[in-house]
């Protein structure tokens, strides 16, 4: 059974950073990708980075460039958002979610078959 838990969330100073951690466990191949999304109070989930567990290719919504960094550690199969210069906006709770894959597209990437999904870990950055 595959399982995403998530970890990392928390209360944050605007201007400050946190490092989200996705463990990933019961996948049988290495073939799938790991994408974060967010969900802030009163509006829609949004994609933010894709990064797939078969060759580190990595996905961004320009939005997040610049600011979030998605990063693997095969070894643990734990996948990780470092988060950098937090905005109040940025206050969401923050999935992740698999198999995929992630298509590249400008400024923006397209996923697919996202079954799988964490329960999500809350980020809070206060006005």
């Known amino acids: 059974e595959v399982q995403l838990v998530e970890s990392g969330g928390g209360l944050v100073q605007a201007g400050g950073s946190l490092r989200l951690s996705c463990r990933a466990s019961?996948?049988?191949?290495?073939?799938?990708?790991i994408a974060w999304f967010r969900q802030a109070p009163g509006k829609e989930r949004e994609a933010l980075s894709c990064i797939s567990r078969t060759d580190g290719s990595t996905y961004y919504e320009d939005f997040v460039k610049g600011r979030f960094t998605i990063s693997s550690d095969n070894n643990k199969n734990t996948f990780y958002l470092q988060m950098n210069n937090l905005k109040p906006e940025d206050t969401a709770v923050y999935y992740c979610?698999?198999?995929?894959?992630?298509?590249?597209?400008?400024?923006?990437?397209?996923?697919?078959?996202?079954?799988?999904w964490g329960k999500g870990t809350l980020v809070t950055v206060p006005s």
């Open positions: 019961g996948f049988t191949s290495d073939k799938y990708a």
């Open positions: 979610a698999a198999p995929g894959p992630c298509i590249a597209s400008t400024g923006t990437f397209y996923y697919y078959d996202m079954e799988y």
